[in-house]
């Protein structure tokens, strides 16, 4: 089992920059594909970004794409969620899991999450 933990989040004007740090233990980190979902109050998880094991590939929700970066420091056990050019939609809790897909049940462990607002 994977112990994840999420930070980084905060307040954010519309148009601005976060990024978001998932540091993991308890596991070999570089065995695993990653990724982050968000979700908003009264909405269900959503899936935002994943990773491979490697960093080689990476794929995103379409809500995201060209806004947001995945990347992995295995190194570090380090996965990371670089959010630009952030819209008040995009106000969520964020969480990093261990899996690889676009559905929450294909993730397994999963962190305690951070909270992002983006104010307009």
């Known amino acids: 089992q994977v112990q994840l933990v999420e930070s980084g989040g905060g307040l954010v004007q519309a148009g601005g920059s976060l990024r978001l740090t998932c540091a993991a233990s308890g596991g070999t980190f570089s065995n695993y594909a990653m990724g982050w979902f968000r979700q908003a109050p009264g909405k269900e998880r959503e899936f935002v970004a994943a990773?491979?094991?490697?960093?080689?590939?990476?794929f995103y929700a379409d809500s995201v794409k060209g806004r947001f970066t995945i990347s992995r420091d295995n190194a570090k056990n380090t996965v990371y969620l670089q959010m630009n050019s952030l819209k008040p939609e995009d106000t969520a809790v964020y969480y990093c899991a261990q899996g690889w897909g676009a559905t929450s049940e294909e993730y397994d462990d999963w962190g305690q999450g951070t909270q992002v607002t983006v104010s307009s």
């Open positions: 990773i491979s094991w490697s960093g080689a590939s990476t």
